[in-house]
């Protein structure tokens, strides 16, 4: 992680110096033992390596220089929350990240203690002043996609300035329309904060760099079909969790690189696990940073992750905004209507019904070749904890195993979890 050199800038940001210190040292350690211990890693994995350990070092002093240049900085907990809106604007979009435990006990001075972990950490991020990516903002949007998140962001807007979306829960012509007027306010919030009018073209850019990164993921993802696995699942994880705060086009270019890298280790019939190793998808919640849990156990466990149905993974990359009529249209109304038509394919548990998920996910298991599918909430989590019962039974229907898994970020289960994984993954193999 990164080192001292950075501390006057942590300083200026008003980190608490000693935890900050304290949460680089328990992720360092954590990276070394499920990363750097894994056996025939990609050459590419370098910059992994690299963007993690100066996630908090160099990343930061970029988005400092971007201030410093009169850029505005937007972090969002979303996938939901438009970047191509945002880069169009000339802001950076980042994610925050809120996959590890800290500060809970501050945060549950705020929400309440049954509140899904991933809420706790962003709050307790905060209130414990550890995260320079959250002290980086100028902006914090928030959207009203679960009650847990739009509660916590009442609490949270007393810290940072927030802007929240609306973000509808079906999928009729009226909550098309609503998105498309979210779409709207969200774009003249930007022209608001920055000053600038956007444009055609600034949002014809904004889209090209979103589909691109989109893009790499998806071709990324199209090689992890190949038997033996060409990567693993927490590197794919880790490259998923990047992609939301690196520099979108650095991102793109190093990992259509990577991507390279593993058609020429498919070609020569290599992989990070022999010829034959189950094959599991991961379903449901999103993984932020550091929350390289369940990967780490399922690889421990005798199987290869291929797959992530998740926000921070295939849902945020599925669908791009449809490049054709982006090139023909001639108008910012036009453009708007083409991100919304994009924006409203997500299969967010959050929606009712939501029978796309259903079938992205039996599809994607089948795609992959996945042989059995974890499904995991986080505890408290109400979308996907109710989700899972459906997912069982239309994974049941094709005869694809589903395992529930509810967990937080908490190390506490990793042993029970080890056992029932374990016993899936055999399983798979009888
Ligand atoms: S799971 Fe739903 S609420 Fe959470 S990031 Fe994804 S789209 Fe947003
Ligand atoms: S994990 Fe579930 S409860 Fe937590 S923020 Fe996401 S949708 Fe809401």
Redesign the pocket.
């Known amino acids: 992680m990164a080192e001292s050199a950075y501390k006057e800038m942590w300083e200026k940001l008003n980190l608490d110096i000693d935890a900050h210190e304290g949460l680089l040292e328990v992720l360092g350690k954590f990276y070394g033992d499920i990363y750097l211990s894994q056996q025939g890693r990609l050459q590419g994995a370098e910059y992994l390596d690299f963007v993690l350990s100066e996630v908090h070092g160099l990343r930061i002093k970029e988005l400092q220089d971007a201030k410093a240049q009169g850029r505005k900085i937007i972090g969002s ?1 979303c996938v939901f929350v438009p970047e191509e809106l945002t880069l169009a604007a000339d802001a950076v979009h980042v994610g925050l990240c809120s996959g590890a435990d800290a500060g809970t006990e501050m945060a549950e001075t705020m929400v309440p203690r049954n ?5 706790k950490s962003f709050v307790g991020f905060k209130l414990a002043k550890i995260c320079p990516f959250t002290e980086s903002c100028d902006v914090v949007v928030g959207e009203t ?5 739009k509660k ?1 962001y009442e609490a949270f807007a007393e810290h940072v300035n927030m802007y929240i979306m609306e973000v509808p829960q079906q999928k009729n012509a009226c909550d098309h329309d609503l998105l498309r007027a979210e779409m709207k306010r969200y774009m003249e919030e930007l022209e608001k904060l920055t000053g600038k009018t956007i444009g055609v073209d600034d949002i014809k850019k904004g889209i090209a760099i979103a589909n691109g990164k989109r893009k790499a993921i998806q071709g990324l993802n199209a090689l992890r079909k190949a038997d033996p696995a060409p990567i693993s699942g927490r590197d794919a994880l880790l490259i998923n969790q990047i992609s939301f705060y690196d520099d979108p086009v650095r991102f793109t270019a190093k990992i259509n690189e990577l991507c390279d890298e593993i058609e020429a280790r498919i070609e020569k019939g290599e992989g990070v696990a022999p010829k034959g190793t189950p094959r599991l998808l991961l379903a449901g ?2 993984m932020a940073v550091p929350n390289w849990k369940l990967p780490y156990i399922v690889e421990g466990s005798g199987a290869v992750v291929v797959g992530e149905e998740s926000c921070i993974g295939s849902r945020n990359i599925r669908d791009l905004v449809d490049e054709d009529a982006t090139a023909k249209a001639t108008t910012v109304d036009e453009l708007l209507d083409l991100l919304t038509d994009r924006y409203m394919k997500i299969d ?3 929606f009712t019904p939501n029978d796309e998920r259903l079938d992205n996910i039996a599809d994607m298991a089948e795609e992959l070749g996945a042989q059995g599918v974890i499904h995991y ?2 505890l ?6 109710h989700e899972a019962f459906k997912v069982d039974k239309t994974l049941q229907a094709k005869g694809v195993p589903m395992l529930a898994i509810e967990t937080d970020y908490g190390m506490e289960d990793v042993e029970q979890l080890k056992t029932r994984i374990e016993a899936f993954v055999e399983t798979l193999e009888s």
Do not use: M, N, R, V
């Open positions: 907990f509140t899904c972990a991933l809420i996609t679960c009650d847990g998140k916590a919640c999103p967010c548990a959050c909430a986080l408290f989590c109400q979308p996907y904890s």
